[in-house]
């Protein structure tokens, strides 16, 4: 063998070895990017649930609030018509 054909052989045998390392990493890299996602999809999945889960409590809320507010109403028109009715006998 001549000196240029050693000098390419070694040249494409670093350039063989330095690819099959960068590939290792990439596969590495890949993996780490899925189980990052995975995380990612458990944690969105857990917000997901806590916010419906707060939403169900808000409307729960917001109805006993109305139904409240309702029944209060419901006093005060009680109250006007039995208030005319005792001072009418009072007089």
Known sequence: MDLPQIVLLTIIIAVG????VIGVQIIGL??????????TDLV??????LTRSLTRGGTALGN????????????????KVLA????KKID
């Open 17 to 20: 070895v330095i690819l099959i």
């Open 30 to 39: 890949l993996k780490d990017a899925k189980e990052t996602l995975r995380k």
């Open 44 to 49: 969105i999945e857990d917000l997901g649930f």
């Open 64 to 79: 006993m609030l109305t139904s409240l507010q309702s029944g209060m109403q419901l006093v005060g028109l009680v109250t």
């Open 84 to 87: 005319p009715t005792k001072s």
